[in-house]
C-alpha cells in the first residue's frame, strides 16, 4: 500500500484501495449466488451506464447460463456529491413482463438513484427486482435499499476507477482508489 503512488484526478489525489484481484475473487462470489437463484430462470441483467460498465462486463463472462443484458442510464452525480436529483432515460422497447430483473450498480451510496428507479421498474410488472453492486457505502444511505447481492462494503469515502469516475476521469482504472486524506 505504502508503496504504491497516488493518483491525481483534477484537483484531488486518491490511493489503491481494492486490488483488481480482490475484485475478480469477489465477483466469482457473487455469480455464484447468482448462478443458484437464477440459473434455470433466464434473468436480464439491467446495467446502470455508466459506472457499472466494467463490473457487468467481468460479472457476465462469470455467468455460464442463459442471461440477457439491457442498459438504462441513470444520472444522479456530479463532482464527488450525490445531488438528489435522477433522470432516468430508459429504452423504449424493453419488455419487463414476467422476467426476473437484476439491476447491475457500480456503487450504492445515498440509496437516491434505486430508490427513484426501483418503483418505476416494478410499473414494468417484472416478476422480480434483486440488486448487484460491487461497491455499498452502508453509511451514507439515506434510503433503506435491500441489495441481494453486495460487494464490498466500503466507508463513505469517495472512490474512482473500475468503472467509477470523478469528472468524468478515473472509470479506466483497474484497481478501486480512495481519496486520500
Ligand atoms: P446514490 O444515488 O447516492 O446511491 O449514488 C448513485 C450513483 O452515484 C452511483 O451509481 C455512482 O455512479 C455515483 N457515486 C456514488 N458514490 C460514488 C463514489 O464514491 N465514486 C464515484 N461515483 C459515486
Ligand atoms: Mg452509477
Redesign the pocket.
Known amino acids: 500500500m505504502g508503496h504504491d503512488k497516488l493518483v491525481h484526478i483534477d484537483d484531488l489525489s486518491f490511493s489503491k484501495y481494492i486490488k483488481a484481484k480482490e475484485i475478480e475473487l469477489k465477483i466469482e462470489d457473487i455469480a455464484d449466488a447468482i448462478r443458484e437463484d437464477f440459473h434455470d430462470k433466464y434473468p436480464m441483467l439491467l446495467v446502470?451506464m455508466n459506472?457499472a460498465f466494467i463490473y457487468a462486463a467481468d460479472l457476465i463472462r462469470k455467468l455460464d447460463f442463459a442471461c440477457e443484458l439491457n442498459f438504462i442510464r441513470i444520472k444522479?452525480?456530479h463532482g464527488t456529491r450525490?445531488t438528489g436529483k435522477v433522470d432516468i432515460f430508459m429504452p423504449p422497447n424493453i419488455d419487463f413482463k414476467n422476467r426476473h430483473v437484476i439491476i447491475i450498480?457500480?456503487?450504492?451510496?445515498?440509496?437516491?438513484?434505486?430508490s427513484a428507479f426501483i418503483p418505476e421498474l416494478e410499473k414494468c410488472n417484472p416478476a422480480s427486482i434483486s440488486i448487484s453492486s460491487i461497491l455499498v457505502?452502508p453509511e451514507?444511505h439515506v434510503h433503506e435499499i435491500d441489495i441481494r447481492y453486495p460487494g464490498f462494503i466500503i466507508p463513505n469515502k469517495?472512490?474512482?476507477g473500475y468503472g467509477?469516475?470523478?469528472n468524468g476521469k478515473g472509470r479506466n482504472l483497474q484497481d478501486i482508489y480512495q481519496l486520500a486524506e
Open positions: 446502470v459506472g444522479s452525480y450525490s450498480e457500480d456503487i450504492i451510496d445515498t440509496g437516491t438513484t434505486m457505502k451514507a469517495f472512490v474512482v467509477l469516475d470523478y
